[in-house]
Every structure is written in C-alpha cells, then in structure tokens.
C-alpha cells in the first residue's frame, strides 16, 4: 500500500531529473562551439546552467576583490562561465586592439542600462550607433569645447568659494560637492539650461547612484540574474520607479530646450546651434532622430560626463593628497603658468600643464574610472594559441591592463614620468586605454579631461589638500559600482598663503 502511495511521487522526481537533464544537454548542444574553444582556455570550475555566478555570492563589500582576484589568478587569458554566457577576459594588448577594432557590438551585460538609455552611444546595436555617433561627433570638436571654457571656470570657483565658507573642515562626501558642479557644467554646455530652474538636479544624482546600486545587486545576486526571477523580486519594482523617474527629469530638460528652440532665432552655422541638445533638436525636426532617442541620449550623456568627470577628480586629490611631494610639483607648475591665483588656467595653459597631465595620466592608469570595457563577438577572433568563438563576451579588465608587470615596471608605484614622451614611445598603443580605443571609444574624452583639468587646477591653485590617515594610494578602499569610487576618501583642505 505504501508502494503505491510512493510511486506518483517517485515518479515526479525522475521527470523533474530527467526535464533537468534534457535542459542541461539542450544548453550544451546549443553553446558547442563555445564550449569546444573555452575548455582550452583556464577559468575556474563552472556548474551547468549556473557556471561561476558561486563567485558573486560574496558581499557587496567584497564584490571587487573577488572578481579582480579571481581574474588576477589566471590572466593574461581567462573564462567564466556566468550563467550560460562566456565571457572572456584578456590583458594583452595585442588581443585588445583586436578586439576593440574588431567587436563593435557591446555584451548583452549592456542590457542592464535599456530601461534608461536602451540606444544610446552607451549600449546601442552597431548600425544605431553610427548613425547617432555621426548626429553627436559635431558637438564634441575641438572648437565647440573651447567655448564652454568659462563654464568650466565658473563652477571651479564655486567649488572654490564653497571650500573657503568651510573654512578647511574634514570632507568626508567631496565627492558629493564635485558631482553636484560637474552635473552643473555638464547641463549647462550640453543643454543650455540653468542649474536654477531643474529643480530635480540633484534628485536627478541621487536617481544616478541608486540606479548603480541596484544593478551592482542584481550582479552579485545570481538568482536574480535570470530574467524571469528578475522580474518577479521587489529590486525590480524599485528599479522601474528609478528609470520612471530619470525619464521624467531627462523629459523636463527637453522641454526647456523644446521651448527655447521655438522662441529664439535660429541660424544654424552659430556655436551655439551645435550644441549637443540644441544639434539634436534640430535633427528632430527633420526626423533623423526620434524624441525618444534624444531623451536617452541626454540622459546618458549628462550622467557619464558629470559622474566620470567628479569621480576622476576626487581620486586625483585623495591621491595627490597622500603624495604631498607630487603635489607640491604640480602646485609650482601651476603657480609658474597661473602667477594671478584669482585666475583659472585658459585653454592656452592648459595645454602648457605637461606635468598635471601627467599626473592625471598616471592615476587613470592605476585606478581607472571605468574599471571594465566589454564588447561582444560577432565572429570567431583569433587571439594565439586561442579562438575567442563567436557569441562570447570579451572582456578588457583595464585595472589589469594598466597594471601587467611585463609592460609597466614596478605597476603598483605612483610614478607620473610614466608619461614622458620617450617612455609612451615604448609600450603598445592598447596598454593604456582609460577611454577604450578604437572608433567605439569615448566620445567625450576631451571635455572631461578639460573639465578634469580646470577643476583640479583652480582647486590646487588655490588649497593644499590632505589625505587623512593614509600613508599610499593601496590604503584606499575602492567602491566598484558601474564605476570605481573611493569608499574611504577624508580630504582636508588647507587656504594656501601668498
């Protein structure tokens, strides 16, 4: 009698075995040209249909530590399994330039952004982002930059006069006072629309961080990682309120511009015509790009250029102020350029800064802002003695790029002569990238390091910045989010005397 009452529950579990079994061999069967190329190439141990997301159940605390270490362990070339998806990691600079003249495509770990920004510069398929890199490439030469030179020195002597009124207390959020003014600058020579009347401006930062928050969650949750569970947890609900929110900020920017648009003269040969919303208004109407293109766009482009311009800042002073030697090289360099101390440096002298480049050159090396660069293979690359097969995500860990002992002697030194002219001459173009490489990479190079450089110029010029209870740049805690933060960062600013 027992039997009996048994069996149609010993019967449940042999289908459930053999639905799990039919699943593991249907996802082989399907991924078997991936699988023939990976098991050459060293990794961790995979489990079928989960692969190595063991790896990300650490804390978030510990999240960076435990993806860099695990790739440190078996560079230059690595494989993780995250699911059913390959990705690939390499650190030699052949096999990146490879694969970012190659790869156009970004990973589908991209995807993570569509509710926000599904085709944008940021995530778009190959054939939407030429057309929208050709629509965006005239706001970003040279001459339209120039132009926004004293908005950048503007809000430099802001940050100026907020850290007088201080009066040199301990920082422990700066990088919350950058951020805010680099948002400034970035609204105002990209849309033209006063700080003052978007209300939201600093909602719209908070929106920002949660937004990194919950992806960074999701990442290191592996149950979340399938769409299906995504969909049905509570992380998920918040993360729609946040992309309904952002949308609803970007909207109202585009409306100041819509109306400013409509009221004003227009003549299309101006600087002024060419900025990058106003460009991209003008080609709405005449329908070379949809209003909501133009929204994710903005979006977009307003977080990247202010988050990576007030993250880049803030490390360059937590570190100068540890190095108190450097510092005081690059603070004789801009009191030789910039005698006048009420003034900030002009494009001119800017470009006279060859050691403050340097130095900023050197801190992107060893902490970059974005830590990773991920592309997709649409065909198989040939990487010796490797293939990386087509359908794998390729993955460029630039912390570990920029830190490979046989191109960078010494990796972990803080050395800006790095930079020297002589010494770039002798190392392959893809060992440094902090801004990728290729047609693909960062469109907006040069207006964050404009931005860069003018605020750590007149910040400098001006205060002599401590680094509390800190003795190297090792002894800062990195907050990887989308982007490399220090979690730990204390500055104190000292009123330089003349």
Known sequence: MNYFKAAPFTMVIWIFICAVIFLIISVLWKKRWLLYHAWKI?????????????????????????VYRNLDSYRPVIKTWIGSELYITTTRPADVEKILVNCLNKSPFYENFNDVMKDTLLTSKVSIWKDHRKMINPSFNLKIL?????????????????LLDVGGTEQTDFLSVIWEKTFDVALVSLTNVNPCEL??????????VRFEEILMQRLHTFWLLTDFSWKLSNLHKEHKVVCQTAHEIGENIIAEEYKSYESEDRNDDTIESK???????KLNRTNQITREEILEETNFMLMAASETASITINTILTILGIYSDIQERVYQELASVLPNIENSPTQEELNRLDYLERVVK??????PTIPFIMRYADEDIKC???VFPAGSNLVIPL????????????????????????????RH???YIPFSFGVRNCIGLKFGMMVVKVMVATILRNFKVRTVDMKSWKDIQWDYMVMLKTKNSRLRFEKRKF
């Open 429 to 431: 173009r893809c060992s």
């Open 399 to 426: 912390v570990l790029l920029h830190r490979d002992p046989e191109v960078w002697p010494e990796p972990e030194k803080f050395d800006p002569d790095r930079f020297l002219p002589d010494e770039v001459g002798k």
């Open 42 to 66: 060293p990794g961790p141990f995979s489990v079928p249909l989960v692969g190595s997301t063991y790896l990300l159940s650490a804390t978030k605390d510990s999240f960076f530590e435990v």
């Open 199 to 208: 209300k939201e401006r600093r909602r719209a930062i908070s929106i920002a």
């Open 384 to 386: 010796d003695p490797y």
């Open 362 to 367: 050197e801190i992107l090396r060893l902490v």
């Open 275 to 281: 900025r990058f919303l106003r460009n991209l208004t």
């Open 146 to 162: 120039s132009s926004f030179h004293d908005i950048f020195v503007k809000y430099s002597r802001e940050i100026v006069k907020y």
